[in-house]
């Protein structure tokens, strides 16, 4: 369980961080707070020959401004938790990342990059449609993510902020994972009359259908349980070990659900 | 690459290859075995030191990476006193058996501790990050809890 031999650049800026990892081509990784590439190069699983250090090139930082949240690259997740402009939704989604002491270390632009079919953080930016900013454009989140680990970001494209719109709707962040802190088996956000669902899926997805069945309509009991199974019908989750594909799909029902009537609650 | 921080309030200097990890550095450069090992992939808590202030998985972190930065293990606790408060607390509510995930729990709980009373939930919460194969939690947590209410 010991990391491969890799060279290490410490970029005290954007522009070095850019031009290390023009100059280590393709095999050159930027690392931020390496909470999972660090495993990931622990367990051999990448062998990146060059690993760029994010970390002090200045990319930290939280702040208002045009109606919504701009969030730094290399802001932890903890200081995003902890800040009071954290966005609702994203607060109650942070909790369940990891633990403290990962939190402590990983980055909100590092989850978004990583861009595990999985993680909390770019179900957030997808569910409220966010953006993600690059050293050289903006990409709406919801065209951001391919699939598991998979982004359309180019060669040597560096994340460099997170946008996160404020919604004065109310929002909701439901997920069940097997044990605190682990990989949730399926995950769901309500945000209005959006609802994404993640992890169940190859990357965060916004359920069209749902927000159509939704608009417009009063809340009921009814209506909640008709767009939970209407969820559990869109998603086709391939199952694993722990979880068959019937069961994914019943517990995103369940989720929908359960997500709908807080909201509702709430508002 | 030459390597400057401070650890336990003691300025170090060492020489490090860029993939020597922050908890291989503590126990086999600097002989601070109190830092224990687990799982190196960052699900255990065991390696748990504190990062100018901050608790994190030391497995997780490359020496390079702490460039400057002040290191504190659980060697610092007690600080010349027999034990800390809360290793105090620990040995009167016996919220150890084998040891091992000891060290880093106690690493988190400080940190916890100083931003505040936290309740029980809040700190059952952050034991989930800690996994204690003797399964000794309650007195775990009534040691903390009682730290917290002291």
């Not at chain 1, 909470?35 to 250090?53: E, G, H, I, K, Y």
């Not at chain 1, 990409?139 to 004065?168: N, Q």
């Not at chain 1, 949730?184 to 997805?205: D, H, I, Y």
């Not at chain 1, 927000?211 to 939970?228: C, K, N, Q, T, V």
């Amino acid at each position: 369980m010991k990391p491969p031999a890799f060279e290490y650049f410490a970029a005290r800026s954007l522009d070095e961080a850019l031009a290390a990892l023009a100059e280590g081509g393709e095999d050159a990784k930027p690392i931020a707070g390496g909470q999972s590439l660090v495993p990931a190069l622990n367990m051999r699983l990448v062998r990146p020959t060059r690993l760029v250090d994010i970390g002090r090139a200045g990319l930290n930082g939280i702040v208002r401004e045009n109606g919504c949240l701009r969030v730094g690259a290399t802001t932890t997740q903890r200081t995003l938790e902890r800040s009071d402009d954290c966005p609702p939704l994203v607060r109650q989604a942070l909790s369940h990342i990891g633990h403290v002491g990962t939190r402590n270390r990983g980055t909100v632009g590092g989850s978004i990059a990583h861009a595990d079919g999985a993680a909390e953080l770019c179900l957030c930016l997808v569910a409220l449609g966010g953006t993600v900013v690059t050293d050289r454009r903006e990409i709406p989140a919801r065209a951001f993510f391919v699939t598991h680990y998979t982004t359309v970001l180019a060669a040597g494209e560096l994340v460099t902020a997170t946008l996160w719109p404020d919604r004065d709707q109310p929002a909701v962040f439901e997920e069940l994972a097997l044990r605190a802190g682990d990989y949730a088996l399926s995950m769901v956000a309500v945000s209005g009359a959006t609802v994404t669902v993640g992890a169940v899926t190859e990357r965060p997805t916004v359920l069209g259908e749902v927000g159509d069945l939704l608009a417009g309509e009063p809340a009921s009991e009814e209506l909640a349980r008709e767009a939970g199974a209407l969820a559990a019908s869109l998603v086709d989750p391939p199952g694993h070990a722990h979880a068959s594909p019937a069961y994914l799909k019943h517990l995103t029902g369940v989720l929908v659900e359960r997500a709908l009537r807080k909201a509702w609650s709430s508002s | 690459m030459e390597l400057e921080l401070t650890v336990n309030g003691r300025r170090v200097r060492e020489a490090v290859e860029p993939r020597l990890l922050l908890s291989d550095f503590l126990r086999h450069r600097l002989g601070l075995t109190g830092t224990h090992v687990g799982c190196e992939h960052g699900v255990c808590g065991a390696c748990t030191v504190r990062i100018d202030g901050a608790a994190v998985r030391s497995c997780l972190v490359f020496a390079i990476q702490t460039q400057g930065c002040e290191v504190r293990t659980v060697e610092a606790l007690a600080a010349g006193r027999p034990l800390s408060p809360l290793q105090e607390a620990f040995r009167r509510h016996h919220a150890l058996q084998c040891g091992f995930c000891t060290s880093g729990i106690l690493m988190a709980a400080e940190e916890l501790l100083e931003r505040g009373r936290p309740s029980r939930d809040e700190i059952v919460d952050l034991l989930s990050g800690h996994l204690c194969r003797c399964t000794g939690y309650e007195p775990i947590v009534d040691a903390i809890e009682e730290v917290a209410g002291a």
